[in-house]
């Protein structure tokens, strides 16, 4: 179900891995589009001709920069920080920002990466980006994790700009961090920029919505993917891994739809309450008190916490991958597919291994990838960045609306341009090659820049 790369795109993978010495997670990124691509080559000869591939595996620019802050006991310390801007064919850059220990360069190069065809998949007029540092804001105070962002935004601020360059967050920036970022933009630049920064807080500048978007959009994701399969969501089995934002809105909108989620994790293990997880007591525990989700089975007695488990071993129909990168590989795949899985959503980036999408996509399973099903996220930033450019805020009701008509469109674009190029029901050839044309179209139009 996967087509090999053609020579024409195998001659450009190597050159990217040339390029790109020891970036494995953005070979694995580009490698995934470019497995897409051929059939569309042939459509349209100009993307080659104006070797359209080559210069979307280039990022625009790509800025690396020194963050030293000092700690609660005045001990200096010293992050790295990075913004690459990708690709602004259709708009600002637009992408979220990552704090997390694991963060370098190949990182956020697969995540801007993924970022611009998502954008352009949105329908809204936003390029891609994505930022981030290798500070790691756990175990950290308030105070420490102000006086980080507040280094970290003294150099992006000249990057950004409600016209050049739009963040957002990602893993470990939440609204937390986003309110000290956006304090320090709007103290240096003397500008209340409102659409500089996306993912505020309600009362200065936020939408309603946003917080639940990424989540609750994955959701309809799959609730579209099962509605074209004559199914639904009622009464279905899941797991979602993870237990930050993505999967707290993702639980609560599978909740909503009559779902019953049976576990979830963090880094150190997972939880299973086969009852159903109670969401208000993840919520407390990270949301509020920035615990271990260890911590839930003091409050259950019938959960059930495995320290270093495997989420993907528990039977489930339904699976959504909500924490990072890589965490399914081909052997979790089989087991989920063993198991009686039938659909596949994921919150997060990339969860897949490439030997796991294959074998979602040989079963024959509902698999929604992240470019397409994650895109709710960035999609509702798009809407804040509306809200704040007529200086107007909208309801819940009215903007979770719009969201869940994106996500639906969203849905049949991919849907139709997998049956249009040869590959019915496959939503990674869908995804890649809808999104790559939507920027593409427009990068012939503005000529060579
Ligand atoms: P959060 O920081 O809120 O939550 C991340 C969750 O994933 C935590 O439970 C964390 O556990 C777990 N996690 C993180 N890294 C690892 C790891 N290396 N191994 C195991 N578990 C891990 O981040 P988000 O919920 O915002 O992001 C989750 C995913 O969704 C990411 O892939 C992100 O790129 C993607 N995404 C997010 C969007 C958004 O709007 N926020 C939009 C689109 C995609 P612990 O607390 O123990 O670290």
């Not at 020194?66 to 700690?71: G, L, M, N, S």
Request: glycine content about 12%; proline content about 4%; charged content about 25%.
């Amino acid at each position: 179900m996967i087509a090999a790369l053609s020579e024409k795109t195998e001659a450009i993978y190597q050159q990217v891995i040339a390029r790109n010495p020891g970036e494995t997670e953005f070979h694995q990124a580009v490698k995934e589009v470019l497995e897409s691509l051929s059939p569309v080559l042939v459509k349209y000869p100009e993307f080659a001709e104006q070797k359209i591939i080559e210069r979307i595996c280039e990022p625009e620019r790509q800025i690396i920069f020194r963050v030293p802050w000092q700690d609660d006991h005045g001990e200096v310390q010293i992050n790295r920080g990075f913004r690459v801007q990708f690709n602004s064919a259709i708009g600002p850059y637009k992408g979220g920002l990552r704090f997390h220990p694991s963060v370098y360069l190949g990182i956020i190069k697969f995540l801007g990466f993924e970022q611009l065809f998502k954008n352009a998949l949105t329908g809204m007029p936003i390029g891609g980006g994505k930022g981030g540092s290798d500070f790691d804001p756990k175990g950290k105070s308030d105070n420490e994790v102000m006086r980080f962002c507040q280094s970290f935004m003294t150099e992006l601020y000249r990057h950004l700009g409600e016209y050049v360059d739009v963040p957002a967050g990602d893993i470990g920036v939440g609204g937390r961090e986003i309110g000290y970022l956006f304090g320090q933009y709007k103290r240096i630049t003397n500008k209340y920029e409102s659409g500089v920064l996306t993912g505020k807080g309600i009362g200065w500048g936020g939408s309603l919505v946003r917080k639940e978007a990424t989540g609750y959009g994955t959701t309809y994701f799959v609730r579209e993917m099962l509605k074209a399969r004559k199914d639904t969501l009622e009464g279905k089995t899941c797991v979602v891994s993870g237990s930050g934002n993505v999967a707290i809105y993702t639980i609560e909108q599978l909740m909503k739809q009559g779902a019953r989620v049976i576990a979830c994790s963090d880094s150190h293990g997972v939880v299973r309450h086969d009852e159903g997880i109670d969401l208000d007591l993840v919520k407390q525990l990270k949301e509020v008190e920035r615990r271990r989700i260890a911590d839930y089975v003091k409050h259950h007695k019938d959960a059930h916490y495995v320290a270093g488990g495997n989420i993907w071993d528990i039977p489930c129909q339904v699976a959504m991958p909500s924490a990072t990168q890589n965490e399914i590989n081909g052997k979790d795949a089989a087991t989920l597919v063993k198991n009686g899985c039938i659909a596949v959503g994921e919150g997060a980036n990339m969860p897949t291994v490439p030997e796991g999408v294959r074998v979602f996509l040989d079963a024959g399973i509902a698999y929604g990838p992240g470019k397409a099903a994650n895109a709710g996220g960035v999609a509702t930033s798009a809407l804040e960045m509306q809200q704040n450019a007529s200086r107007d805020s909208w309801t819940h009701e009215y903007t979770e609306h719009k969201l869940d008509e994106i996500m639906t469109r969203i849905h049949a674009l991919t849907y139709e341009t997998a049956a249009e190029f040869g590959a019915p029901g496959n939503y990674v050839v869908g995804a890649n090659i809808a999104g790559f044309i939507m920027v593409a179209k427009p990068m012939v139009a503005l000529g060579l820049v």
